[in-house]
């Protein structure tokens, strides 16, 4: 057969291949598409993004309550998109998912386009191996949805780094198109500055290395540093003027230390899930059979960058959603293990055999990412209720370290599963619901201002002043209180009953909700804080809150409004 390794004109030229090509393509967004369809939601937390687009919109400035300048989100561009959207009259919980869904498709296209341009010309089948690995692969999709920053992030990261490939190639004649990429991945998650500032090595090394025509070299690497570095300085200036602060208030609150231990566990149990021991032999031949030094150099740089970024996401701890911190590493990723299966597959003897050992080794590998994680939980969730699973007796052993390692780091709040976030969000929708009839039939008034420990759909959906009791959105709380839950990822800041008081908020909920069945409140241990807590009798629930500092003014207002007011103490309940 052909040496795999030749570059032969672009045989999707021919007019067969290119409908094979088209088909092919279709497949994968078909399976994209249907993929998406099952984990299709929006988490609790995009609907902060959506209070400041609406705020932002609204002419109040993006600010989470009017009047305070706190950046308690995290991408501005992404913020900037939603408002944009809802300046034209479209609500941000529709422009979120379609946004991502497109992101997402966006990424596919564009490891499909690099590839067949780069790596298969004479074999154009082949760009769709990486598309493919994507749209089966759990998290890629699953936070192409979740109304957040996530998918945006990796498609300007992908596009960003594959186009820097292109222009290290193609010579400083190239427009440097890397440089807004990736400054607009900076602008979209801080954590882009990493993959901006190795860029911008990567570019240096590129001048450095040239021989011939060094001035047009220095001249493209000072256009692309000017390119890269104007929007991020701009942006800076403006949030160091806006906010007060050189990063977002989010930091401040998540990030108090280091937990490089459940780091580690987080990217471990990554690594079972998606069965990388499989997959990383491919990425090693691709480096092994890289036909060209510039080849070699650029798997060499994205290893690199890819380790690099990942320490970081150790450090802090990895986050609080399941695995979305690696969802910007995955296309690259996939891309160059297609390329080395593709160096494995040549190795066979005819062509047909090449690409039945090619097409085998894609759905493999795409078979066991779609499959893992599912079975990996499954095996977890079996052992929780005291099973001894065996549907998987051979991968028993190591589902059971598995299930070792993440339940610490669930505990602590980290990975936490796709499926928790969609209930999570249905219930605040469910206590949303009853904040508005509260509000309509006026258990609690407009002016009144609340706290709580999730600040997504609650605040968005009432319109209600809100402290954030864990600081994303709270300038006091993420600078100047101490962690009190040490260990919980982005959790362990929390306000304290004083500073609520300061603040004068009225409703303190008991974690995390305002409105609780018969049943709940029965089975909710005696509280003391402050005196114990309050309950309203409130159609066939009770609102049930703490009021921090003196709650005489609190007390005082249920004179006014038709609802008796509870007092409960050690479980003894004293009408107000």
Known sequence: ?????????????????????LGGAGLVLALYVMHVAKYMFLCDDAFIYF?????????LGPVFNPGEHVEGYT????????????????????????????????????????????????????????????ASNRTFVGWSTGGLETALFTFLVTAGLLRLW??????????????FLLSAAALTRPDGLLFLGLAGLARMGAWIATRERRREALGAFLLWGVAAAGPVL?????????????????????????????????????????????????????????????????????????????????????DHFEFRFVHPLLAVGALIVARGAYHAAGMAASSTACFALGAGFVAALALVQYAMPLAADGYRQAAHQ??????????????????????????????????????????????????????????????????????????????????????????????????????????EKTASLEYMARREVRYVPM??????????????????????FYAVPFHDRYFVFIAPGDPSGMIASFKDKPFPLFHIENGEAVRL
């Open 511 to 532: 974690n995390p909700w305002l409105f609780i069945t018969t049943d709940q409140l029965n089975h909710h241990p005696g509280r003391t804080r402050q005196g114990g």
């Open 386 to 491: 005291g099973a001894t699973p065996d549907a998987f007796p051979g991968l028993a052993p190591i589902f059971a370290a598995y299930t070792r390692l993440y339940d610490p780091i669930d505990d602590q709040f980290v990975a936490k599963r796709i499926e928790l976030h969609m209930d999570f969000r249905r219930e605040m929708e469910q206590q949303a619901e009853w904040v508005e009839r509260a509000l309509k039939e006026g258990l609690m008034r407009p002016e009144e201002r609340i706290a709580l420990y999730s600040i997504g759909v609650v605040p968005y959906r009432s319109g209600l002043w809100t402290l954030d009791i864990h600081g994303l959105a709270d300038e006091y709380v993420a600078h100047n209180e101490p962690p009190t839950h040490l260990g919980r990822i982005a959790h």
């Open 234 to 318: 701009a942006h800076l200036a403006w949030r160091w003027s806006y906010y007060g602060y050189p990063l977002p208030n989010t930091y401040y609150a998540k990030v108090s230390q280091a937990h490089w231990d459940e780091g580690f566990a987080y990217l471990t149990v990554f690594a079972i899930e998606y069965a990388v021991v499989l997959a990383a032999p491919f990425a090693i031949l691709a480096w092994i059979k890289a036909p060209t030094t510039s080849e070699r150099r650029a798997i060499t740089f994205a290893a690199l960058t890819g380790g690099l970024y990942l320490t970081y996401v150790a450090s802090v701890g990895g």
């Open 51 to 59: 209070r400041y687009a609406d705020n932002w919109a609204a002419g």
């Open 166 to 179: 292109s222009e290290i190639e193609d010579g400083p004649k190239s427009k440097p198109l890397s440089a």
């Open 75 to 134: 991408g501005f561009v992404w913020l900037a998109l939603l408002t944009l959207g809802r300046v034209l009259g479209i609500a941000p919980e529709q422009s979120a998912p379609v946004m991502g869904v497109l992101a997402g498709a966006g990424t596919l296209l564009t490891v499909m386009l690099f590839a067949r341009r780069r790596f298969f010309a004479d074999a154009p089948l082949w760009s769709l191996a990486a598309p493919a690995l994507l």
């Open 1 to 21: 057969m052909a040496d795999p390794n030749a570059q032969p004109a672009d045989a999707a030229a021919d007019p067969e291949q290119r409908a094979l090509l």
